[in-house]
């Protein structure tokens, strides 16, 4: 049996329409990145939310987690997290820019703009965070 | 072929007035708020402190200040609503239809408002600590 | 002219077929050779049974849309040895995000149900004489709308892909012309066929469809040019309501 773009069973048909980007262009794939890294960031805030309950146990619980999350394993999450923020956020202001007809024939390099200042702070931000 | 003598099918044509327009505008200011706010946020508990992050009493005693404590609530309601507008938009484009989407709006309201009595509880809380 | 051989594996589906296969034809090409000619090859000598719509051959009908090596492309202008190129064979499949019939043709009647809901007239103003002088007993130049109807756009759509309920690219941007050019078009009736969950608010900017057009309709241009004209307008009311 063939799996046809078009003959897409129910189920798995949103899944490829968003992120099965192969013979997409720079906008498809800008969208699936957007996409993820939304997804990916509203599971982090609730995460987020949660792990701060610690503060109410006080200064001894709080502070534990505080040294766990200065490990090694814990900054580079904080990076990858900061590379979240960065791609959603700047693509965000092209998505908003663009989808309101400012600058939409342009919006490849207006992408390219973004996601460059988007890893040049990165790179400071991870440098940072592992330096501090 | 002009126009005037073009019917639009049934339901095609919405029987109210659609908040699809005002929504999209709260997801894009908010989004272009928390830009600002995020970036705040960010350096203030990754970059300013030794090490880093703040350990207790540092979170307290930033909690403390009263411009800080608001600024965490508006920020706090800020990527709550952009964060579920934005799930809200994920859960449109799978079409679920008219009932579909009354339960998906009612849930994400509900969360919405979970998540920021629980927010603006815990800031409230940590201020007394 | 040299010609080589080029594989095209095409998707065929019967009614009644448990689901889409693809089968391999092997067809002589030269550098005037078009994927539409290829399948037209592939039907006259190889298996007359395949199933696909063409008309004119010069991308002025939109018949022909497809989707070749991954892309949505119009048959009649994709040539064959450029796509063979570096490949093992040439994937041709019907377009997306519309109803298979058979083969590579598709059901078009939910894209014209939405396209012909907007009501954009085929001849608009034509901006490319404006400095001519008109012929006596002509009012103003005219010519036809961009759009070939091709439904390339909504093929590409990754929001089509999952909502078969939103107008799509090809609907919004022939509301937007109506709204430029309404003649004696109801606007009333085109914003509230667009500014909805549905309309022109669901667009996530993917640029994809303006990607594909192969008739510089720009979809996703007319999308944000419509929903600069909903905010005008829904302001607009604001400030009237405000003064009253």
Same mark, same amino acid.
């Given at each position: 049996m063939t799996s046809l773009k078009s003959a897409k069973s129910p189920s798995s048909a949103p899944l490829r329409a968003w992120f099965d980007v192969r013979g997409r262009r720079l906008g498809g794939w800008a969208f699936a990145l957007n996409r993820l890294s939304g997804l990916g960031l509203t599971l982090y805030l609730f995460l987020h939310l949660f792990v701060l309950r610690l503060l109410l146990q006080g200064e001894a619980s709080w502070d534990a987690f505080i040294a766990l999350a200065r490990s090694p394993l814990f900054l580079t999450l904080d990076v990858i997290l900061l590379a979240g923020l960065l791609i959603h956020g700047l693509n965000g202001v092209r998505v908003t820019l663009v989808g309101l007809g400012v600058a939409a024939r342009q919006h490849r390099t207006l992408f390219w703009i973004l996601m460059t200042a988007a890893a040049l702070l990165l790179l400071a931000g991870g440098w940072r965070i592992f330096t501090i | 072929m002009t126009g005037s003598t073009v019917d639009i099918p049934d339901h095609l044509v919405p029987a109210e007035t659609s908040p699809a327009a005002a929504l999209w505008l709260v997801q894009a200011v908010s989004g272009l708020l928390l830009v600002a706010l995020l970036a705040l946020h960010m350096v203030a508990h990754h970059f300013v402190v030794e090490g880093g992050l703040r350990e207790f009493r540092d979170v307290v005693a930033y909690i403390s200040n009263p411009a800080i404590f608001w600024i965490e609530i508006i920020f706090l309601f800020v990527v709550t609503v952009h964060a579920l507008l934005g799930l809200r938009a994920i859960g449109l484009d799978l079409a679920p239809g008219p009932t579909g989407r009354r339960v998906m709006d009612v849930a994400l309201s509900l969360a919405g408002a979970g998540t920021l009595v629980y927010g603006i509880w815990l800031l409230i809380t940590l201020r007394q600590m | 002219m040299s010609t080589q051989s080029i594989v095209l594996r095409v998707a065929r589906y019967k009614q009644g077929d448990p689901a889409p296969h693809m089968e391999e034809f092997t067809v002589e090409a030269d550098r005037r050779t078009t994927i539409l000619t290829a399948l037209q090859e592939i039907r006259r000598t190889l298996d007359r049974t395949l199933a696909l719509r063409h008309s004119c051959h010069h991308a002025s009908c939109g018949t022909c849309g497809m989707v070749v090596n991954g892309r949505e492309v119009l048959?009649? &202008?994709?040539?064959a040895l450029e796509e063979a190129a570096g490949r093992v064979a040439v994937t041709v499949e019907p377009m997306q995000n519309a109803p298979l019939l058979t083969d590579l043709v598709v059901d078009m009647d939910p894209f014209y149900e939405k396209y012909n809901a907007?009501?954009?007239?085929y001849l608009r103003r034509s901006e490319h004489l404006a400095a001519a002088d008109l012929p006596a007993g002509l009012a103003a130049f005219t010519r036809f709308e961009n759009c070939l109807e091709c439904g390339l756009c909504v093929s590409t759509c990754p929001i089509m892909g999952s909502d078969p309920t939103y107008l799509g690219p090809a609907a919004l941007a022939a509301a937007n012309r109506a709204l430029e050019e309404p003649r004696d078009r109801d606007a009333a009736a085109v914003f509230r066929l667009v500014d909805r969950q549905a309309g022109c608010?669901?667009?996530? &900017?993917?640029m994809e469809c303006t990607a594909v057009c192969p008739s510089n309709v720009d979809p996703a241009g007319g999308i944000m040019a419509l929903r600069q004209k909903v905010l005008r307008r829904r302001f607009g009311r604001l400030f009237r309501t405000a003064a009253d």
């Open positions: - | - | 048959a009649c &202008v994709t040539p907007a009501g954009m007239a608010w669901r667009c996530h &900017v993917a």
